[in-house]
């Protein structure tokens, strides 16, 4: 199973971005499907979270700017930034709850995407 995000990039402050995170392999099922970041010398933190029903929870430096969503035909979570901020420079990554078939249920993480905000 391997999680592929992407859409990060250089933004201007009060600006938008989309970040897709697709989940590949031989997948029986997923739960939970996350966006976290990291910030250069801090720990990583929790932005968004969906579970496969659709409830979500955010961070709350995050809450009415950002929106997760996810595809479950498609195996994909998408994070919307909308009103971007210089504190929201970071690498995002995403994050899963998988079961393959024949394995039982894991947490895994994605390669990370570097978000660049300009004041």
């Known amino acids: 199973v391997q999680l592929q995000a992407s859409g990060g990039g250089l933004v201007q402050a009060g600006g938008s971005l989309r970040l897709s995170c697709v989940v590949s392999g031989s997948i029986m099922a997923i739960n939970n499907m996350a966006w976290y970041r990291q910030a250069p010398g801090k720990q990583r933190e929790l932005v968004a979270r969906?579970?496969?029903?659709?409830?979500?929870t955010y961070a709350d430096s995050v809450k009415g700017r950002f929106t997760i969503s996810r595809d479950n035909a498609e195996n994909t979570v998408y994070l919307q930034m909308n009103t971007l901020e210089p504190g929201d420079t970071a690498v995002y990554y995403c994050?899963?709850?998988?079961?393959?078939?024949?394995?039982?249920?894991?947490?895994?993480w994605g390669q990370g995407t570097q978000v660049t905000v300009s004041s």
């Open positions: 994050n899963a709850d998988v079961r393959p078939y024949g394995s039982s249920w894991y947490n895994t």
């Open positions: 969906a579970t496969h029903s659709g409830s979500t």
